[in-house]
């Protein structure tokens, strides 16, 4: 089956310094991902689509500035987290959409970011 | 724009007992629709979807979910809990057009508990 590969799954960073989260499809190209953040005890929420080759489009509220996706290949989307600060920390996690269509979807397995 | 209703953030049963969590959606045009579920610092493992063919819908580990256009609903069931299902389970809806097309909506999560 289709399998994301998401990493790191854990990072401590200082604040003021950038993360990057790497989300890769390892048998199948995703010319769609998606970047979910999650609070504790929330639910999911949509930060962004990441389109193979082109700008990403942010959801409304996500600063595009801080969140810096990158979709350079079929397999693979960065979100860089630029001058991390606390409120930053978060479990995130990507999805890479398998074709065109809308209901074949598989998920990393997410990244804890915490800024101390 | 599409919503997804999860009734009930917490659940509990006996192990055994039949599990039902409820999960209601708003949706314009048809929807796809989704049951993942979520263990501890992980990401979302895909139970089952509905994509507009059979109503009753079977999915991994003995969970099934009935589409039900006239209530806007998709429950989730499964005749008897194990230790094991124990997680939070997210009902989530996508459609086929308009301008959230290809964007996964999460419900706000049921926390499932079972008791021995």
């Known amino acids: 089956g289709a399998v994301v590969s998401q990493h790191p799954s854990r990072v401590i960073c200082k604040s003021g310094t950038s993360v990057k989260i790497e989300c890769r499809s390892l048998d199948f190209q995703a010319t769609t991902m998606f970047w979910y953040r999650q609070f504790p005890k929330q639910s999911l929420m949509l930060m962004a689509t990441s389109n193979e080759g082109s700008k990403a489009t942010y959801e409304q509220g996500v600063e595009k500035d801080k969140f810096l996706i990158n979709h350079a290949s079929l397999t693979l989307s960065t979100l860089t987290v630029t001058s991390a600060h606390p409120e930053d920390s978060s479990f995130y996690i990507c999805s890479a959409r398998q074709g065109s269509n809308s209901y074949g979807y598989t998920f990393g397995s997410g990244t804890r970011l915490t800024v101390v | 724009a599409q919503s997804v209703t999860q009734l009930g953030s917490h659940v509990s049963v006996s192990e055994g007992a039949l599990v039902l969590l409820r999960c209601n959606y708003s949706?314009?045009?048809?929807?796809?629709l989704f049951w993942y579920v979520q263990y501890p610092n992980q990401g979302l493992q895909l139970l089952l979807k509905y994509t507009s063919a059979a109503t009753l819908v079977k999915g991994i580990n003995g969970f099934e979910a009935e589409f039900k256009k006239s209530e806007t609903s998709f429950h989730l069931t499964k005749p008897s809990a194990h230790m094991s299902d124990a997680a939070e389970y997210f009902c989530a809806v996508s459609v086929a057009g308009g301008t959230s097309y290809g964007k996964l909506t999460f419900g706000q999560g049921t926390i499932l508990t079972v008791h021995p």
């Open positions: 949706s314009s045009v048809p929807p796809y």
